[in-house]
């Protein structure tokens, strides 16, 4: 009875791993950022002080009117997002997934290797990041398999946070963390999640971290039955546990913006208080939901908020 509860419980498990690793590899590459930059003479625009909700133009000192970007505003980022899912849902409803299924493999893979080149750059020369990252791409690409799958979703989700991390408020992220959370929370309650999570799936593309209940299927080709067919599957059947890249890139995200913004420790203690609220979720999902599918994302933005306004006000 309790190897069969461990068996149960150890998806749990490497999912908090995985995201504790994803944060150290996080801190490991954002420490790194500054001196890179300075010492390649590579400008790169400051942070916002303030949180923005639409640019506008300000004034400086001199007297010089300059608009703000909109990548520092929390308007155009959502608008930019939201775009992007309804897009997507609409290419995935009209146009079939055969069609589709090179086209989103391709693009998945470009993002990885991109994901790689920007974290290796920082400690090997350019050349060999730029190999290495085409090499982790095209792997993916070629026989993505579980364990691959999960890594290049991390270096994915790192590279993310620390190239926007350095260039999006803390407040304008936190905005941005709650927002999704309540897209999250509608999304998985209507079905809209789960049908999406379903057809990219189906082309072995799920933006996802796939915890297998075994060891051994950790070397399992993505392309088989047990990997396509999981948002099928009844709860209870499935062979592996889904962990959506959101629920690991926007905390990473905000992270990487309060360690530019403030410092380490203020990071660590928002790092801290999100994987407190990824621990919540499966909680609260063993407990209330008896396993069946939640959004991870409105708990983790809850105790990230707690942590940003501990690390500011007190």
């Known amino acids: 009875m309790k190897i069969n509860r461990l068996a149960r419980l150890s998806p749990v498990y490497w999912s908090i791993l995985i995201f504790i690793a994803a944060q150290a590899l996080t801190f490991g590459v954002i420490a790194r950022e500054n001196d890179f930059l300075e010492a390649n003479q590579i400008y790169v625009p400051t942070q916002p002080e303030a949180f923005s909700l639409w640019p506008q133009p300000t004034v400086g000192p001199s007297g010089e009117i300059t608009q703000t970007p909109a990548y520092e505003s929390l308007g155009p980022i959502l608008i930019y997002f939201f775009s992007v899912v309804v897009v997507l849902g609409l290419v995935l409803f009209f146009i079939p997934l055969k069609a589709l299924r090179f086209l989103l493999r391709a693009l998945f893979a470009f993002l990885f290797s991109w994901s ?89 593309t799920l933006p996802a971290f796939f915890i297998p209940r075994s060891v051994s299927e950790w070397k399992n080709k993505m392309q088989e039955s047990s990997v396509t067919k999981i948002v099928e599957d009844k709860p209870s ?7 959506g890249g959101g629920d690991i890139a926007f905390p990473l995200l905000l992270v990487s913006s309060v360690y530019f913004a403030e410092d380490f420790y203020s990071a660590l203690v928002v790092a801290a208080f999100s994987l407190a609220g990824l621990i919540g979720a499966y909680g609260i999902q063993s407990v209330f939901l008896k396993g069946k599918a939640m959004p991870a994302l409105p708990p983790i933005a809850v105790m990230s908020l707690i942590g940003l306004l501990i690390v500011l006000f007190v």
């Open 116 to 204: 790689v080149f920007v974290i290796l750059v920082f400690w090997v020369p350019l050349p060999a990041a730029l190999v290495i990252g085409i090499a982790f791409g095209t792997a993916w690409f070629v026989t993505p398999r579980v364990w691959l799958q999960n890594l290049v979703m991390v270096l994915a989700m790192v590279g993310v946070a620390a190239v926007f991390g350095r260039l999006i408020s803390p407040w304008t992220t936190m905005a941005l963390l709650l927002a999704l959370a309540v897209y999250d929370f509608l999304a998985v309650r209507f079905g809209y999640m789960l049908w999406m999570a379903k057809k990219l799936s189906d082309s072995n």
């Open 237 to 243: 059947d499935r062979k592996y546990s889904i962990l």
